[in-house]
DNA sequence: AATTACAGAGAACAGTTGTTAACTGCATGG
DNA sequence: CCATGCAGTTAACAACTGTTCTCTGTAATT
């Protein structure tokens, strides 16, 4: 499957994720909506006309790094909300998986936290759409749950969004509470992973109760 | 104690006014780490330089608009969680305002969902002291309520959070309702009120069997 | 071995940006 | 009534932006 690109290919793909890596680490610091194309060029050591030949725009940047964020990250998603094990052990093993998350790729993770309602109307898109997939497949994975019994599609379907909403919301307090003096960073984010674990077990009461 | 301004502080304040109105127009269509301060002049027709008289930065405009957006809210806060009627009311009270808010102040309610995550600090750190008031005031109107009994103080507030989290993206949804096609656009409002209340619903029976 | 395709460089463009300085006119307070 | 304060103007600056066109070297194709 996998054909051996040639020097000319591998060259461009490249710089193509050196202009990717780049932009993420200047967006940090500001929104895409005021990333110019000619800083991401300048910050990989390239001519400011490079950039046309991978992307069209730096929105168009902004797409693809929605793709490199969130594309890679439906198997996690599955196995975060896998039916397997007790309530309480799923719990803490989604926070423990979104923590370790956040811990590995918080750029990715900042990027799609400022830019789910950003200023650029493709890049949101974008993100709507690859977050609607993962409450399908959050969906998925509830209804083979036996509590999911007698539910309708619909309300699988809103108790999904509300746990991807808040896996988001979680992993941009891990984030957060990474910020600041080093001294209290880990008591900050223990005190977001018990805060998350409670709001969790709350929503999960909610679902047992649900058919009442 | 409200001391009539003098004509030239009045005028002041006018120009001021309609400096953050220009600038809450532009931001519909992009972020404010990309607002400039030439193209809010230019929109309201006043000089470059007269953008100092007001504002430090930009950064520092973000500031005042986040107390304009959220400042004036805390009373509906506490009308939205107040503990008189049946719960199935109550929630689809807090909903009606919620979606009446969207509606009289669309660009208000677009700015801080797009600015909580943005590109400038200290507008993140204005939208977050403010989300925390907010926490705090639900955690009060909360505790009023005889359901609460038993509850610790931690719980009460983990609780408020995951309600104002709620509101926000609740908010953000029925904008997103807004856009797009006219026709259909009261079957997404509705669609989304609908979700919206059943998530309430859901988080409040996982309310009432906390201390089971 | 000769030809083509194409990633990237270089230079130039018109337009924009934030910030400075010195100014003007008028409401205010003595 | 006059002197002061200050909101807003004008002009100028160096620096920056996205985009176009032309050119170069070299990998890929024939």
Request: charged share 25%; net charge negative; proline share 3%.
């Amino acid at each position: 499957m996998s054909h051996t690109l040639g020097i000319r290919q591998a060259q461009k793909q490249k710089t193509r994720q050196a202009l990717l890596d780049a932009a993420l680490g200047l967006l940090e610091e500001q929104s895409l909506s005021s990333l110019g194309l000619r800083e991401v060029t300048r910050a990989v050591g390239v001519a400011p006309t490079a950039f046309y030949r991978h992307f069209r725009s730096t929105a168009d940047l902004g797409v693809a790094l929605v793709e490199e964020a969130l594309g890679s990250l439906h198997p996690m998603i599955r196995t975060t909300v896998s039916t397997t094990g007790d309530h309480e052990e799923r719990i803490t093993r989604a926070i423990e998986l979104i923590s370790r998350h956040v811990d590995g790729y918080p750029a990715h993770v900042r990027f799609i936290a400022r830019e789910r309602h950003g200023g650029v109307q493709p890049v949101r898109e974008a993100i709507r759409a690859q977050l609607a997939r993962f409450a399908q497949e959050v969906k998925d994975e509830l209804a083979q749950d036996p509590v999911s019994e007698g539910w309708s599609e619909d309300d699988l379907l809103m108790l999904a969004h509300l746990y991807v909403d808040q896996m988001l919301i979680t992993a941009s307090l891990f984030l957060e509470a990474q910020e600041g003096p080093e001294e209290e960073r880990e008591e900050r984010t223990r005190n977001v992973a018990q805060v998350a674990t409670r709001q969790m077990r709350l929503i999960g009461l909610g679902r047992h109760h649900w058919l009442d």
